[in-house]
């Protein structure tokens, strides 16, 4: 609905055929992340085992951040609807890793990746000459189009990693709260103002890649300074939204996190 009320266009990732194949991906994924966490665990000792099981791990990232791109555009970074979102996927994802790694600093090498990955792709897409297939066209396309830059998901991987490495044998629900209330306020003190940054002119140089945009945009969405979306209520509904909702999510996104990563940290075959 955002995405139709603010360009006119039916566009959507979500959507059955699309979720039926994120499924598929995701199986792929989550075995290929089992299997390097056996082989890890049959060779405690191997550092480049480990770091294979990490960088699955920033895969898998990658991946949830491309599924739930429609509620991750740089002028949602001032909504709660993108903080519960992210709050509901990636402390899973991240603490998952943290629990079941042998290094020391699991979940920020995995935010790392993710990181490194996404930004990637919005450096080296660009330089590959593309054309627009399908209509309408609303400006002229003549390379690929990268989707947005990463989230700042290190700094989280951090206070993750810092809390594990204190309080990691506590009561899982009491760590799952502490986990989801800092991943929530970490990732709001630094994303918030991250995204005003991309939202202006700055955002929209090579690095940041904020002058690209979908086939379909206007050429003017292209130029300028974006307008951050606002939610009914100002922006104090907006932070008890993020302070109850996203947090729950979090919470909850943490102790299976934790419960997956336990389970990793056993498999061996």
Request: hydrophobic share 55%; net charge positive.
């Amino acid at each position: 609905d955002w995405w139709h009320n603010a360009y006119g266009l039916d566009v959507e990732i979500l959507s059955p055929p699309h979720v039926v194949l994120l499924i598929g991906i995701a199986g792929i994924l989550a075995g290929a992340q089992t299997m390097a966490a056996a082989a890890q665990n049959r060779e405690g000792a191997s550092t480049a085992l480990a770091n294979v099981f990490l960088i699955s791990t920033g895969v898998i990232a990658c991946m949830a951040a491309i599924a739930i791109t429609e509620y991750t555009f740089v002028e949602r970074h001032h909504e709660s609807t993108f903080y519960i979102v992210t709050a509901a996927i990636f402390p899973a994802i991240l603490i998952t890793g943290a629990r079941a790694s042998r290094l020391r600093w699991p979940a920020t090498a995995a935010a790392l990746v993710y990181m490194i990955v996404m930004a990637a792709q919005v450096w080296i897409l660009p330089l590959i000459a593309g054309s627009p297939k399908l209509g309408p066209i609303g400006h002229t396309v003549t390379q690929m189009v990268p989707l947005g830059f990463p989230v700042l998901l290190i700094v989280p991987g951090i206070a993750i990693d810092l809390i594990l490495r204190r309080m990691g044998d506590r009561n899982p629900w009491l760590l799952s709260v502490v986990l989801g209330v800092t991943f929530v306020a970490v990732f709001v003190a630094v994303q918030w103002p991250f995204g005003t940054l991309q939202a202006t002119e700055i955002g929209r140089n090579a690095f940041f890649g904020g002058s690209h945009g979908d086939y379909q945009n206007n050429a003017e969405w292209l130029v300028g300074p974006r307008d951050m979306w606002k939610e009914d209520g100002g922006i104090s509904t907006t932070l008890f939204r993020i302070a109850t909702w996203a947090v729950l999510a979090a919470t909850v996104s943490a102790r299976l996190g934790l419960a997956r990563g336990n389970f990793l940290r056993r498999v061996v075959r």
